[in-house]
């Protein structure tokens, strides 16, 4: 894909269908959005291929009454016929124990065409607030990778900031992905 503003709009659409993935918690649909060979990186975790990003959007979300995704515009950038985008986020959270929280962060994205379709081929996702809509909660200190269209490397993660929330085995323990 060489088309910038087709490479927006299939990022936006794939978006989309991940927002609503997660809203209705159809977690075919939201393993749909990534490649068959696709890797999400969150919190420290690797999941890798659609099954492995299924089983483990499965548990997260099986701890919250629904999680609103709001995505902004996305910054793309196609090189040597890579589509990639730097995305913020917030995240609007209603815990299953009666919490609530909002997110703030960004998607580090790869994309690949298949069936027609944009999908991520590789997502890193950075948080960079936790707490109460007032910003009052968590900020966090992130790596600035520098002004888009710089990316982090294929090898990066963040610390592990949700697996004992989120019900997971800790990165590195058994069952705990990489």
Not at 17 to 29: H, N, P
Not at 91 to 102: D, L
Not at 140 to 148: V, W
Request: with cysteine.
């Amino acid at each position: 894909m060489t088309d910038l503003i087709a490479a927006e709009f299939g990022i936006r659409q794939v978006q989309a269908r991940y927002t609503d993935a997660v809203w209705r918690k159809d977690f075919d649909a939201f393993a749909g959005c990534f490649a068959e060979d696709g890797e999400w990186r969150i919190s420290g975790r690797v999941f890798r291929g659609r099954e492995e990003i299924r089983d483990g959007i499965a548990i997260i979300l099986d701890k919250f009454i629904r999680v609103l995704i709001s995505f902004r515009a996305p910054i793309v950038s196609i090189r040597d016929g890579m589509v990639t985008a730097r995305t913020y986020i917030d995240e609007r959270c209603a815990w299953k124990n009666g919490n609530t929280n909002i997110s703030v962060g960004t998607y580090y994205e790869h994309f690949v065409e298949e069936g027609g379709e944009l999908l991520f081929k590789w997502r890193l996702f950075e948080m960079h607030y936790r707490g109460d809509p007032d910003m009052t909660g968590t900020f966090f200190d992130r790596t600035d990778y520098g002004p888009p269209p710089a990316m982090p490397p294929l090898d990066a993660n963040t610390e592990d900031m949700a697996s004992t929330r989120w019900g997971l085995p800790a990165a590195g323990e058994p069952g705990g992905g990489g």
